[in-house]
């Protein structure tokens, strides 16, 4: 079976920092991968999807970056965190069937 | 662009109550429609889909949505709360290979 892992769990980062989020999927082959950010009282916001290594479409311009080294790994980045970067970031994968799989979440922090 | 619309921010219930959460989408195509729920602490998963066919859509734990397409509404119901359903549900529309959310209905439910 399939199974889809973020890391880390949680996350509290100082202004200006740098940000590293990983995410990997176990038990198949080139899905689709996204990132999400929810924020409370704003649903889930798409960041990035990839459809295959190296390839990375972006939503939302911002202070964020994706990038997919390998078929299964999915990394969020920045260079200098915001505020405005706090929120849980969510990870997920889909392949064929157009139902997309979550993985558990970062929490990021910024302060 | 397409958006998804969720009505209702929170709502509370008593047990045994019955329940209808609404959501409408802006998208006047072909859609693919879906209901996700997060449980507190848990992963986003799904709740139910509707690609085509009938258009009474039964899910998980007594969950059913019916997409109206003269309306552009997909509401989910179920015809009695219970406390586990407390949580957060999330509406979505497939565009382009992507899932665009509304921002969220935080369900809770008194015992």
């Known amino acids: 079976s399939q199974t889809i892992h973020q890391w880390p769990a949680t996350l509290v980062q100082p202004v200006g920092s740098p940000l590293s989020l990983e995410c990997t999927v176990e038990?198949?082959?080139?899905?689709?991968l996204y990132w999400y950010r929810q924020a409370a009282g704003r649903g889930l916001q798409l960041l990035f999807y990839?459809?295959?290594?190296?390839?990375i479409s972006s939503e939302v311009p911002q202070n964020l970056s994706a990038s997919r080294p390998q078929d299964r790994q999915f990394i969020l980045s920045s260079k200098k965190l915001l505020l405005s970067d706090s929120g849980f970031y969510l990870c997920?994968?889909?392949?064929?069937?157009?139902?997309?799989?979550f993985g558990p979440g970062t929490r990021l922090t910024v302060t | 662009a397409q958006s998804v619309s969720q009505h209702n921010h929170h709502v509370i219930l008593s047990e045994a109550a019955s329940l209808e959460l609404g959501c409408n989408y802006s998208y006047g195509g072909t859609v693919n429609l879906f209901w996700y729920v997060q449980y507190p602490g848990q992963h986003l998963q799904l709740l139910l889909k509707y690609f085509s066919g009938d258009p009474l859509v039964k899910g998980i734990k007594g969950f059913e949505a019916e997409f109206i397409k003269s309306k552009f509404s997909f509401n989910l119901r179920k015809p009695s709360v219970q406390w586990s359903d407390t949580a957060e549900y999330f509406c979505?529309?497939?565009?382009?290979?992507?899932?665009?959310f509304g921002k969220g209905t935080k369900l809770s439910v008194k015992p």
């Open positions: 990839s459809v295959g290594i190296g390839q």
């Open positions: 038990g198949t082959s080139n899905p689709n």
């Open positions: 997920a994968w889909r392949k064929l069937s157009w139902e997309q799989y």
């Open positions: 979505a529309v497939e565009s382009q290979g992507n899932l665009i």
